[in-house]
């Protein structure tokens, strides 16, 4: 069954340095999306990605942060400088329209 | 004001005991409501969607319903497996090709043996 992937699966930083979180979404899917959870808190939205271009972004994504799709397969999320608030797990998904959104395994960013 | 309240926010269940869980929304216009189950540590794990009030979808255990202001997850005689923290997200009716999921917090289910 696809799946989406993401990697790495734990990234620990110091505040201030870049992060680039990477995310295979399910291979026939157009439309992708960043969201981010912070331990104890709700699933929010960062981000959704479609036709190479954002199509709507969170207030949480502010200038520090961009999407690419690189290639065909691939679809990241860089921090430009992060800051101890970025700790998070961040989540990937994508879908084939507007219906069921399918999630990665998260990446768990640590920033000390 | 949250868009989507889940409750209640932890439920602890014996082995065979049946209950529901609720999430009730606000929203302009629903496109869709989702659950999903996120066990510690991983992704959310889908469901079910539910697109119009009246409708219900069935698996295994679990069955999620809709009406217009909520969607309940009913869970019968559950098992220990089903532990986890069940999540409910909606999709708001509107143009352009934005289909954001808003989540509530969850409710984190325990079934012990």
């Known amino acids: 069954e696809p799946e989406v992937t993401q990697t790495p699966s734990h990234q620990v930083t110091q505040m201030g340095q870049e992060v680039i979180l990477r995310c295979v979404p399910i291979?026939?899917?157009?439309?992708f999306y960043w969201y981010r959870q912070i331990l104890g808190q709700k699933v929010e939205f960062l981000v959704s990605?479609?036709?190479?271009?954002?199509?709507?972004k969170s207030e949480i994504f502010d200038d520090q942060f961009s999407v690419e799709r690189p290639d065909g397969s691939n679809f990241t999320l860089k921090i430009r400088s992060t800051k101890l608030e970025d700790s998070a797990m961040y989540f990937c998904a994508s879908t084939e329209g507007p219906n069921t959104q399918y999630f990665g395994p998260g990446t768990r960013l640590t920033v000390l | 004001e949250d868009q989507v309240t889940q409750s209640p926010e932890a439920l602890r269940l014996q082995e065979g005991e049946s209950s529901s869980l609720n999430c009730s929304y606000t929203?302009?216009?629903?496109?869709?409501l989702f659950w999903y189950r996120q066990d510690p540590g991983k992704g959310p794990e889908f469901l079910f969607t539910l697109y119009s009030a009246g409708e219900e979808k069935e698996k295994e255990r679990l069955k999620a319903t809709l009406t217009k202001k909520e969607s309940f997850l009913h869970i019968t005689a559950p098992k220990p497996e089903d532990s986890a923290t069940y999540l409910c997200?909606?999709?708001?009716?509107?143009?352009?090709?934005?289909?954001?999921?808003?989540f509530g917090k969850g409710t984190l289910l325990t079934v012990n043996p």
């Open positions: 990605f479609y036709n190479n271009e954002i199509s709507e």
């Open positions: 929203v302009s216009g629903l496109r869709g």
């Open positions: 997200a909606v999709q708001e009716r509107s143009g352009g090709s934005n289909y954001k999921l808003t």
């Open positions: 291979s026939n899917h157009l439309y």
